[in-house]
């Protein structure tokens, strides 16, 4: 497939991008995680920040606890301890912290989740019913192509939002839930709003840079294997705008999927 001027640049300047990244990245997290550090220290910590989860989980025991055994009979510890690589952290689990070989690790299982073959069949299935980008055609053939576009896609973001960009700007690539304690609007608007917004691995609010430069590499990358009518700087930029939208309807669903599954629960 050829490519033209315009693509070629963006091609390259999203792959030059990532030379630098394994010697910039630098782990944000040591032996001491930030954690315990911002749970002990006085400064104010948000609620979707990592550190008040650990101090909330000390003090208020969830469902499904694990135990933590003390030497020397000193007191067990009951925590709510959230998967090392759960891409949401319900209200008042722990979150562990995540090394920059941890994030990679995290963005390989976010393509190997029962849902993200689902994501692949539903985009590729809804551009195949309109025949819309990527223009493969209409035929069987045609859905295959565009199945195996969307995976390669969402990969492909996969990896560098939540592996390589997350550990060069030191952000943390979970979902922290809300959950049904805060109103619905200010829940909407928070799903929303981690599009650009994210927090360090310390815990302090930041512009999600991770997401941002991430979806837009994906995006370009794009150029290698769309058809030439969907390549150059037009079709690139709705691309990269459509992922701002599908990823804040994804966050959407994870703020509230559990409570539309538990309402559905007790009307039975």
């Not at 769309?226 to 959407?252: C, H, I, K, M, Q």
């Amino acid at each position: 497939m050829r490519m033209n001027g315009i693509s070629r640049f963006l091609l390259a300047g999203s792959l030059f991008s990532l030379l630098p990244l394994v010697s910039a990245a630098q782990p944000a997290i040591h032996s001491a995680s930030a954690e315990f550090l911002l749970a002990e220290s006085a400064m104010p910590v948000l609620p979707d920040s990592p550190g008040f989860v650990r101090s909330a989980a000390l003090k208020v025991p969830a469902e499904n606890e694990s135990t933590l055994d003390a030497a020397d009979g000193a007191p067990v510890v009951k925590t709510n301890v959230a998967e090392k690589h759960a891409r949401i952290i319900q209200p008042g689990q722990q979150a562990q912290p995540l090394t920059p070989g941890d994030k990679l690790i995290f963005s390989i299982h976010n393509q190997t989740r029962p849902m993200s073959p689902v994501n692949w069949v539903v985009s590729a299935g809804l551009s195949h019913l309109r025949d819309g980008r990527p223009h493969y055609g209409t035929d069987s053939g045609a859905f295959g192509e565009r199945l195996g576009a969307a995976a390669l896609k969402q990969g492909t973001q996969s990896i560098l939002v939540f592996g390589v960009f997350a550990s060069l700007f030191h952000e943390d690539p979970r979902y922290y839930r809300q959950g049904n304690s805060h109103p619905f609007m200010k829940r909407a608007v928070y799903a929303a709003s981690r599009i650009v917004i994210t927090r360090t691995d310390s815990g302090q609010p930041s512009i999600n840079w991770a997401r941002i430069c991430g979806m837009a590499g994906s995006a370009a990358m794009t150029n290698l294997y769309y058809p030439e009518r969907d390549t150059g700087l037009n079709p690139t930029l709705r691309s990269y705008g459509d992922s701002f939208v599908t990823g804040a309807a994804t966050n959407e669903l994870r703020e509230f999927m559990a409570d539309a599954i538990a309402m559905i629960r007790r009307k039975r």
